[in-house]
């Protein structure tokens, strides 16, 4: 009967939190996957991306990473990050939201990257 009292149906909350970690650790499995493939490299750009699914009710989030030798454009609800091997550094450029704010967070400014239509 204690044990019935101990185990409960976990929260909103907490089916969130574990939902935000397992994407997260993807991301970081992707990350390092790419890292790996490209260590022979002295510089190259990681552009990230999440596509998403509805589903009977559920919302799937996947993120999707691609390595590039050369810088590519800003694109729309994206990211990109920069890989120095030879410095052993990886720095995120920019963060583009989907609000069309341009986030570059290396100089900690945000522009807006496209005008509002309505005016």
Same mark, same amino acid.
């Given at each position: 009967? =204690?044990? *019935?009292?101990?185990?409960? !149906?976990? %929260?909103?909350?907490? +089916? ?13 499995? =992707?990350? *390092?996957?790419?890292?790996? !493939?490209? %260590?022979?490299?002295? +510089? ?76």
């Amino acid at each position: 009967m =204690l044990s *019935e009292a101990m185990t409960r !149906e976990p %929260s909103i909350g907490d +089916i969130h939190l574990a939902a935000r970690q397992r994407l997260s650790d993807r991301h970081q499995n =992707l990350m *390092e996957k790419i890292m790996k !493939e490209n %260590s022979h490299k002295k +510089i190259y750009w990681i552009l990230g991306t999440a596509k998403c699914k509805r589903k009977n009710g559920k919302t799937t989030i996947r993120p999707y990473l691609k390595a590039f030798d050369t810088q590519p454009d800003v694109q729309k609800e994206s990211y990109l990050y920069v890989v120095d091997n030879t410095k052993g550094t990886k720095d995120l450029l920019w963060v583009m939201h989907p609000n069309n704010k341009l986030a570059m967070p290396c100089i900690g400014k945000s522009i807006s990257a496209a005008g509002d239509p309505a005016q």
